[in-house]
């Protein structure tokens, strides 16, 4: 018995989108097709290009936390603690419950692609106009990618393995693959993991449209939005949360836990190609795909449904539906595929958690998210993208990618529970 492979199960979600507050809002959403992209209301667009983005709706941070301690976070860290106090509470994780021993065991790592850009916005408008001696005491924790991690693991007393990766875009399914590996190693019985972005601001607007990556559709926003569409012009960003409770299945069991899923592979890998833009022939998206289901011991031919990285970019949407066709091959067509940042905008390092989760709840309820907004075909991505409304089928094998600047690539594996 002490030789048996670890086996690692997902016991909690959480999520915090803009197409919903909940995890079950976020599956309502996304099965009506909705669009969560509408003119920005948290600044003055007048000086950016692109003058909307997927914010957060009715998103009131003191109906969850305490004042004192919200003004001592950075949004990306208030998102975070939300949701996995959700995820925590899903999964009936009670740390009053929980031995000492058991205490080590479970950890936090939860990280965020940019962290606290609105409080180094606001603390570099102090300093400018105010001088070094005004800025903040509180300034370089709220700013610091991994102080959610730290957060998450105070408010529960988790002293298990606790930091974050940053790895872009891919940093919400990176933090999972390595929150998966270290129960699989047996460092932790218990992670809470995901990814937390809030960069909706003159810094993370501006920033983006300088590179050129974001979608400038103003006249119409809610269809911006739009992966594999032959018009697409540049991803819209997204803020939010998503959290997830990975859990050895023995420990699970002991506790009656409920069981979405099972976490069976995971794959990572870099393009080596360029800072910005993904590799022309989705290279390093092969290999992490490949990875992924060689871990998880299947033939590609029993991958079901993909949540693609999909951001609405002419060349990455290309890039991506070209390695699928390389991993796959005849059963790239056979797949249902679907890009969910259609509905949530891109989450940047929130992006893979919550496509996980979407994804977790495609294997659970054998139904697959739409891509929305496609009107124009593009020659040039010809596969089955679950276009426009959902789809009734059978998923037992499902895979999530999440793709990032600086060429990171990662994916993984999730199965359908069987004891």
């Known amino acids: 018995m002490a030789n048996r492979e670890r086996r690692v199960v997902v016991t909690g979600l959480g999520a915090l989108t803009p197409i919903g507050l909940t995890v079950n809002e976020f599956w309502n959403g996304m099965m009506e097709s909705k669009s969560g992209s509408a003119m920005i209301k948290q600044f003055d667009t007048s000086k950016v290009e692109t003058k909307f983005a997927c914010e957060l709706k009715g998103f009131d941070v003191g109906n969850f936390l305490d004042r004192k301690t919200a003004r001592r976070l950075d949004p ?125 601001n003159e810094l993370g607007i501006g920033g983006f449209n300088a590179n050129r990556a974001l979608s400038t559709r103003n006249d119409s926003p809610e269809t911006a939005s739009r992966p594999f569409d032959a018009t697409r012009d540049g991803f819209v960003m997204g803020e939010g949360s998503g959290a997830l409770i990975l859990e050895e299945l023995d420990h699970a069991l002991k506790r009656n836990a409920k069981i979405y899923c099972e976490i069976v592979g995971a794959g990572l890998s870099a393009d080596a190609h360029h800072i910005t833009a993904p590799h022309p022939e989705g290279t390093g998206a092969v290999l992490s795909m490949e990875m992924a289901i060689k871990q998880a011991n299947i033939n590609p031919t029993e991958i079901d449904y993909v949540n693609m990285h ?52 495609a294997v659970v309820n054998d139904r697959i998210p739409p891509t929305i907004n496609f009107v124009n075909p593009d020659p040039e991505c010809d596969l089955n993208y679950t276009f426009n409304k959902p789809q009734d089928r059978i998923v037992n094998y499902a895979l999530s990618n999440a793709f990032g600047f600086g060429g990171h690539n990662t994916s993984v594996v999730i199965k359908k529970f069987v004891q």
């Open 76 to 200: 990306f860290a208030q998102y975070a603690l939300v949701a996995a106090k959700q995820a925590v509470d899903d999964s009936n994780l009670n740390p009053e419950s929980l031995s000492e021993e058991e205490k080590n065991k479970t950890g936090v790592i939860f990280g965020s692609g940019i962290g606290g850009i609105q409080t180094f916005y606001d603390q570099a408008v102090i300093n400018r106009e105010q001088g070094p001696g005004r800025i903040s005491p509180f300034f370089i924790p709220m700013l610091i990618p991994d102080i959610a991690a730290g957060h998450i693991s105070m408010q529960y007393g988790f002293r298990g393995p606790n930091y974050c990766t940053v790895s872009a875009c891919a940093t919400g399914n990176n933090n999972m693959i390595d929150s998966y590996l270290l129960i699989k190693s047996g460092m932790a019985d218990v992670m809470v993991t995901g990814g937390s972005e809030a960069s909706i």
């Open 310 to 361: 999909g951001t609405s970019t002419p060349l990455g949407d290309i890039g991506e539906t070209k390695a699928l066709k390389k991993v796959f091959g005849d059963h790239a067509y056979k797949m249902n595929l679907s890009s969910t940042k259609s509905m949530t905008g891109h989450l940047l390092g929130a992006a893979g958690a919550v496509e996980a989760i979407a994804s977790i709840l």
